[in-house]
């Protein structure tokens, strides 16, 4: 009996047909939908797989963006995901999670809050069986708690004028490390906005003396107005 069906017969899940749609016919995301060319195709064991261990959880299963999305009480808990080179299992707040095999790796670069395990074949997936199931659980735990990711604002991208008046003077630097993300930008985008090098340059020098006092680029006017 293969997977999908055992999944069926079990009374306890609850299937959702537009997975069983997914599974057979792709996301939808793209032109090859519902033709062998599919990604979904290629790891279709491995989805299933995936999916019997998420509705083991208890979590209830619906679909989001084309893809299997697993919830509790509206709140997303994790997504199948299918890639060329691998299928995943993504935790939407993996970052919260202990981790304690280190299996969980970012979904991007710049990814702060989601997780994710890929897989290649059944085997691995049987292996992980356990700890993918304790995962849940302790995601669903942090959720029922109401455990929040916060995420850092990132700060705009650094000129070549300011980075090298750091190397020339340290102590600015730590000045304006110093400083709250909201004024760093300030400055960051007041430096920027010239064309001129030598223009960006002047700016800098002009605001050194604010930036070592801890100000941002419009205290002065607040504190007279």
């Not at 057979?24 to 299933?48: F, M, N, S």
């Not at 995420?151 to 730590?174: D, Y």
């Amino acid at each position: 009996m293969d997977i999908i069906n055992l999944i069926k017969k079990t009374p306890m899940f609850t299937l959702n047909p537009l997975v069983d749609e997914f599974l057979a016919d792709g996301c939808g995301r793209c032109k090859y939908h519902a033709t062998p060319q599919c990604k979904v195709k290629k790891w279709t064991i491995e989805l299933e797989t995936l999916r019997q261990i998420a509705l083991e959880s208890g979590l209830k299963e619906d679909r989001k963006w084309g893809f299997p999305v697993y919830t509790l009480e509206g709140k997303n808990i994790i997504m199948l995901g299918a890639f060329k080179e691998f299928c995943t299992l993504s935790f939407f707040k993996g970052v919260l999670l202990k981790d304690v095999t280190k299996i969980l790796e970012k979904q991007g670069e710049s990814s702060q809050s989601a997780r994710i395990i890929k897989f290649t074949d059944t085997k691995s997936i049987a292996k992980l069986s356990a700890t993918l199931k304790l995962y849940i659980q302790e995601m669903i735990e942090l959720e029922k708690k109401g455990e929040k990711v916060v995420f850092k604002k990132e700060t705009e991208p650094i000129s070549e004028e300011l980075q090298h008046m750091f190397e020339k003077t340290p102590a600015l630097k730590t000045a304006f490390m110093a400083l709250t993300l909201g004024k760093q930008r300030g400055y960051i985008l007041h430096f920027s906005q010239p064309k001129q090098s030598a223009t960006r340059v002047s700016r800098i020098e002009k605001c050194m003396d604010k930036i070592m006092k801890g100000e941002g680029m419009h205290d002065d006017y607040k504190k007279h107005s």
